[in-house]
């Protein structure tokens, strides 16, 4: 975890950089307002992962001298066979849309971006898949 925040804080320290030269070479606010918010969240995950990487164990990514087949074996799970994920996406997209083509769009969206947000929560509390 230490070398990725060390590669995110050289992001947000380069990003920085970049904002501060466009601000004042173009005068454009909408632009340098971006590239400070880009900066912010660099700066954000580089200062997460730096301050949890002093509280678990270092892995693979973290030892010079590791193999590839050090970091290898089970990365968490993942639902296999979930449709939530593609409710959650059509919702998300109809609400994006909803900002450009009007609002009344939002009265469409948010059911169906409940109905898979919930759904993917709550998927393994009911059903066949439910856990004991």
Known sequence: MREQGKI????????LGIAIW???WSKDP???T????TFGLGAFIAFYLLFTSKRVDT????????????DAGVQGFFSPHSWMPLSLG????????????????MYFSVPILLIGLFGWVFEYYRGENQTQ
């Open 8 to 15: 995110f804080a050289g992001f947000a320290v380069f990003v």
């Open 22 to 24: 466009y601000g004042i």
């Open 30 to 32: 909408t632009g340098t």
């Open 34 to 37: 971006a590239l400070f918010m």
């Open 59 to 70: 892995g693979a990514g973290d030892n010079p001298q590791a193999e590839v087949s050090d």
């Open 90 to 105: 059509i919702g998300g997209a109809l609400m994006f849309m909803g900002v450009i083509f009007g609002w009344w769009l």
